[in-house]
């Protein structure tokens, strides 16, 4: 069995964040586009976003003729808002949308996701305006379908 790869798990996480009833601005990476101030920094609306951050995941097995049976998956969502509000918001969307959810992910079985770091909204005065971070790291175990 050839090891389970982390990509699809990220497509389900993106997906799933995306088609939200908050319908969440989110990217893999980066910022998304249409995501943060529409026009004049501090002036305009800010339009809050999730960057994630996806781990190549671990992989794990009981059996030593199959030692990639099982795939430990982390993600880092990143929440920026121009507020600590708006980022205490868009944390708690993310959480209720992954956290205790198995994800649809192809020729895999995915336990629930779970939070392992919530870190409090922060801000961030390196920038004008200032704008607010929170870290969230969640996790699930897949095996194979």
Not at 7 to 22: E, K, M, Q, S, Y
Not at 62 to 67: F, Q
Not at 77 to 98: H, N, P, R
């Amino acid at each position: 069995m050839p090891v389970a790869a982390a990509t699809p798990h990220t497509d389900a996480v993106f997906t799933r964040l995306t088609t939200a009833p908050a319908n969440l601005l989110v990217g893999r990476g980066v910022k998304p586009e249409g995501a943060g101030w529409q026009d004049e920094a501090g002036d305009s609306e800010f339009k809050a976003y999730v960057v994630l951050y996806p781990s190549p995941g671990t992989t794990d097995s009981e059996a030593l003729c199959d030692p990639h049976e099982y795939l430990d998956y982390l993600v880092q969502a990143t929440c920026v808002a121009a507020t600590q509000q708006g980022c205490e918001s868009v944390a708690d969307i993310v959480k209720a949308t992954l956290v205790g959810v198995r994800l649809a992910v192809p020729d895999r079985s995915v336990w629930p996701f779970y939070l392992l770091l919530d870190r409090p909204a922060t801000r961030d005065d390196q920038v004008a305006p200032p704008v607010h971070y929170s870290v969230l790291q969640l996790s699930c175990r897949s095996g194979p379908a």
